[in-house]
């Protein structure tokens, strides 16, 4: 059990332990403004799967509606953002087994709920009154046993079986593995899949693919730089996988494909803004692509093809961000290539998960890569990053300077419970990702209204939360800064300029176009 003082904090803190575990976390709060703080962990509970059980406390009916303090109407305050509210009866002293059972198989029914699919959050609200002391003497009740649960699984029809041979069998494929939720589900199945058809993977960095075999790192900087392929290199069917991309070039290429796509979608969530799916199974790549083992795909010349754009593009970005002055992506180069094996990176919306997706590309497989993309907000990373870290041994979160001040609070917890995380603060004082937005051309009010530079003291927070503190401002010093076992809570600045991000950001783009159409030119 874990106790954080700020609820809104508690409730990412309770995010990272179930993206971290897969399994149902228990939030308790009490009553009011309390439970309102649990919102926006709750809709990224929903909008990324993930089995959350929110039990508020509250008035007991006849205190409400008449001003009595501490209190809201909560029975159904989540709205569409819970798969489903119960309202449990107000426990007394005199409450029969009756009531107690019924109270018992609805908290369980709340469980399976939350893990079924699609996962995510159930409500339940518990009224409560005075005295609100429990009597910890008091002999437990016999409830009833839970019930046996039967689980089924997908298995292919045979008029499935066959419409999937047609589509696959001996074509030129393209896998696009997109985002999970405990960064490695379905990852090894997508990979031995790939192998056997000869297929390329366009791997998400939050899809637990990259380092495998056939698994290409650069699709986001390849369509950045061109938005059609040459027809050598058109696929004849795409299997996606996976939640919304990280990249929103691949989407927009994804959104123009004549290609069939076919998506496997165990949460039923049709959550495809490229509109580009034609055929939906609702399963996992684990569950369906073993069943699919006896069929063949394409030569391995049209995976080497893929293969050399992927390394070309690869080694223009490396190059192109080895300068001795640190820059935003080649922070994100840095962490990749020195994350120990077995390691947990978990990445902050904005810029930093774009740098993680452009330059992330491990020589091994199993380092998990994690971040709250259901809701694409920065509320309460540091907090959902030390739940994550409860569950890992190495763990890393690399943020920008908005979002770790937007959740200073979170960070009671590492001292609290003594967990290891090192936090890599991107410091360009202020919010980059604006800089290579049309609002960026508006120089009047730029910066006061989307630059907001707060300029933060960060040694003196560090030492608030009795955190180590190191300032690095070179390559080396910032992989030797990774490759150190986390111990502790641990804040690592990088100060980079965000004056410079968009010319950074086009000068990559022009390169990666140059070297990509030297090899189109070829085909």
């Known amino acids: 059990m874990y106790l954080d003082v700020d609820e809104r904090s508690a409730a990412f803190f309770g995010l990272g332990l179930a993206k971290a575990s897969s399994q149902p976390v228990l939030l308790v709060c009490t009553s009011g ?11 990224e509970a929903n909008s990324s799967n993930l089995p959350l059980v929110v039990l508020t406390t509250d008035r007991p009916p006849e205190l409400q509606a008449i001003g009595t303090p501490q209190t809201l109407d909560q029975p159904k305050m989540y709205s569409s953002a819970v798969k489903v509210s119960y309202q449990l009866p107000a426990p007394s002293a005199a409450a029969t087994d009756q009531e107690l059972a019924y109270t018992t198989y609805v908290a369980r029914k709340a469980v399976s709920i939350a893990l079924a699919h699609p996962r995510g959050p159930v409500h339940l609200n518990l009224p409560l009154r005075k005295p609100l002391m429990p009597d ?16 089924l699984t997908a298995s292919l029809p045979a008029e499935a079986q066959a419409q999937l041979t047609n589509l696959f069998a001996g074509k030129k494929g393209l896998i696009v593995a997109g985002p999970v939720t405990d960064g490695q589900q379905n990852a090894a199945a997508i990979a031995a899949f790939a192998e056997q058809m000869n297929w390329p993977i366009l791997a998400d960095p939050l899809s ?7 698994a290409l790192t650069t699709g986001d900087s390849l369509f950045k730089a061109v938005s059609q392929l040459p027809q050598t290199l058109q696929p004849e069917v795409i299997l996606r996988t996976g939640a919304t991309l990280v990249s929103a070039p691949l989407t927009n290429w994804l959104a123009q494909k004549s290609a069939p796509v076919v998506y496997l979608d165990a949460d039923r969530g049709w959550r495809d803004h490229s509109l580009s799916t034609t055929t939906v199974i609702a399963a996992s790549a684990e569950q369906i692509l073993p069943q699919l083992s006896e069929l063949t795909g394409a030569t391995l010349a049209w995976l080497a093809q893929w293969q050399r754009l992927d390394q070309t593009v690869a080694k223009t970005l490396r190059e192109n961000t080895q300068q001795a002055e640190l820059t935003e992506p080649a922070v994100a180069r840095v962490i990749g290539d020195n994350l120990p094996a077995e390691s947990t990176l978990f990445v902050s919306n904005s810029m930093p998960i774009r740098d993680i997706d452009e330059q992330f590309r491990p020589q091994i497989s199993g380092i998990k890569v994690l971040c709250n993309r259901g809701a694409d907000g920065i509320d309460g990373v540091n907090s959902t990053a030390l739940g994550v870290s ?21 960070l009671m917890m590492a001292r609290q419970y003594a967990l290891n995380l090192t936090i890599i603060v991107q410091n360009n004082n202020g919010g980059g990702i604006f800089s290579i937005l049309p609002q960026y051309q508006e120089k009047t009010q730029f910066e006061k209204v989307f630059g907001t530079p707060l300029d933060l003291n960060l040694p003196a927070l560090a030492q608030f939360y009795a955190a180590k503190y190191v300032q690095v401002t070179d390559a080396k010093q910032l992989a030797a800064e990774i490759q150190r076992q986390p111990q502790g809570l641990t804040i690592v ?25 030297k090899i189109f030119d070829e085909n």
Do not use: C
């Open 493 to 517: 600045e990088v100060p980079v300029k965000r004056a410079i991000v968009p010319d950074e950001q086009n000068r990559l783009k022009a390169q990666v176009a140059k070297q990509v159409e």
């Open 208 to 214: 637990g693919v990259r380092g495998f075999t056939n």
């Open 390 to 410: 409860a569950h890992s041994r190495a763990n890393y979160l690399y943020i920008g300077d908005l979002a770790f001040f937007h959740d200073l609070t979170g």
């Open 136 to 151: 910890l003497k008091q002999v437990p009740v016999t409830t009833p046993s839970q019930p046996t649960q039967i689980q």
């Open 33 to 43: 403004t309390a439970a309102a703080n649990y919102y926006p962990a709750i809709w």
